[in-house]
């Protein structure tokens, strides 16, 4: 345990400046997020881009592929959060995913976990050679299915969440990340507020519509 902390404190001492923008912005898109504001997307933006280069730099291509992923999947949910209609009220809300989004759901991200995690075998014979398959494949594809249900506004998103963040902490730690080992321990946190506060919000909205089409 010494050693652990003794390695933690060093690798916060050797954190880039880079890293910590990235850090506050994701923490700062996360907070957005929770509570349903759209600046969910801009601030998100910024940590993407700069976790692609991080990701490359220390080998972690699942994670800079979710990266990509999240700055393209930022802009479409940025549209989508952004519609309005007649009235000047938001078309998309919160709302519950039915058995069978559910089903989407895991077949996408089981999808997406077999491709990463045979690509990364592929590559770590030799271009990323400190590349963890198994790890990295999961942290990744949960992201992938978490981000894709975030800008459709589905509460479930927060459970993907939960299971990315908890991947990443000891994968960021072992890659000499400290910091942003971290961050997902933050992450984590916000997760379960942000699914114990959409659930409240998709439980409104469900009983305001009954109500009024009673």
Not at 87 to 109: D, P, R, V
């Amino acid at each position: 345990m010494p050693q652990i902390i003794q390695q933690f404190l060093s690798q916060l001492k050797d954190t880039s400046l880079l890293e910590y923008i990235a850090v506050f912005t994701g923490i700062a898109s996360v907070w957005f997020s929770k509570k349903e504001n759209i600046w969910v997307y801009p601030t998100g933006l910024i940590n993407t881009i700069i976790y692609i280069y991080l990701s490359f730099k220390y080998h972690l291509l699942g994670e800079a592929s979710v990266n990509l992923y999240y700055t393209a999947m930022s802009i479409y949910g940025w549209m989508l959060w952004a519609k309005k209609d007649s009235t000047q009220h938001h078309i998309l809300n919160i709302t519950f995913s039915t058995k069978k989004q559910w089903l989407t759901q895991i077949l996408f991200c089981v999808g997406f976990y077999v491709a990463i995690y045979f690509a990364l075998i592929y590559l770590k014979q030799s271009f990323a050679t400190g590349a963890i398959p198994w790890a990295d494949a999961f942290a990744s594809a949960t992201a992938y299915t978490g981000m894709w249900l975030m800008a459709k506004k589905k509460v479930e998103s927060w459970w993907w969440w939960i299971l990315t963040n908890t991947a990443s902490i000891p994968l960021y730690f072992v890659k000499g990340l400290a910091f942003t080992s971290v961050y997902y321990v933050v992450l984590l946190a916000l997760a379960v507020f942000g699914l114990l506060e959409w659930m409240q919000r998709a439980k409104q909205k469900q009983s305001t519509f009954e109500f009024e089409n009673k």
